[in-house]
């Protein structure tokens, strides 16, 4: 395995680092599965290897998997990160897009996988990042942008009907950790941090589309990124939101980001775990 290398300087902590940083790269390079029995090749371990107590080795989450993806193609590790890209492009276990978990240990008797939350926006974007970046870092490759492009489309499809049914502007609802609420029966929240990421995927792709020439596309994508835009600035910031009394209905401080709003169109700022 190449593993690239980076070299810090200056104080102790500092070449502290290099320690630390290599180490970090064997990690995640060795989260890219080769190929076996249990798991097909570009399969990507959240935990490196299997151990006792709460261990992730058996799942490829899309959160965790999209920005492994994108960090390997980063530091040249093109093939891993195609390998991966390849995978979950086969790995739509959603239909349209992926649920939280998009895959997990061939022979494992529960199907969490396709039991998990049908869908974790972040997740979904940053995987539609990690092509971008998988492409971007390939050379820009024509054959590649091909195979991104037809897998991407139905995802981001998946988005815009998502916004097109939005109670409270056109933005993307998700479930789970980060609209605030990680259990199984959350609520759908439209946040900042989902919604974030989708803009920035979207228009990642437009720009793989007009790179190869799809007017088509990079104009629809490109449309459909701005009104994303402007959903966040219109109903993510606080200031925007005022109760009855005409005063804003939120402990953000005026102008700032809020974690997200309910299908309400009010503040969803408290984490829920279980009862808690």
């Known amino acids: 395995m190449t593993v690239p290398v980076f070299e810090f300087d200056g104080c102790d902590t500092a070449k502290m680092m290099n320690r630390v940083f290599a180490e970090n790269v064997v990690d995640l390079l060795n989260k890219f599965e080769k190929g076996s029995p249990e798991f097909d090749r570009g399969f990507v371990h959240t935990s490196v290897i ?17 920005r492994g993806i994108m960090e390997a193609a980063r530091m040249g590790s093109t093939e891993k990160a195609r390998d991966a890209i390849r995978f979950f492009m086969k790995n739509k276990n959603a239909g349209s897009h992926w649920r939280r978990l998009a895959a997990q240990r ?5 199907d969490v996988a396709g039991n998990s939350c049908e869908f974790e926006t972040d997740g979904d974007a940053l995987v539609l ?3 971008y970046n998988t492409w971007k870092y390939s050379g820009r490759d024509r054959a590649l942008a091909e195979e991104i492009l037809e897998s991407a489309e139905s995802v981001i499809s998946w988005m815009q009907a998502q916004m097109a049914q939005c109670p409270v502007g056109r933005l993307v609802p998700s479930i789970s950790e980060l609209s605030g609420n990680p259990t199984f029966n959350a609520r759908k929240v439209y946040a900042i941090y989902p919604n974030f990421h989708a803009w920035l995927a979207i228009g990642a792709t437009a720009e793989v589309a007009g790179f190869h020439g799809r007017s088509d596309l990079e104009a629809r994508y490109r449309t459909l990124a701005a009104e994303l835009e402007a959903a966040m600035a219109d109903r993510l910031v ?10 804003p209905v939120t402990n953000v401080d005026e102008g700032c980001w809020i974690n997200g709003i309910d299908e309400n169109g009010l503040p969803f700022e408290h984490s829920v775990w279980g009862l808690t």
């Open 50 to 66: 299997p151990h006792e107590g709460t261990c992730y080795h058996d799942y490829a989450w899309t959160r965790d998997a999209g």
């Open 238 to 247: 606080a200031g925007k939101i005022l109760g009855k009394n005409g005063r």
């Open 129 to 131: 990042l990690a092509f």
């Open 106 to 110: 061939k022979s494992m008797q529960q």
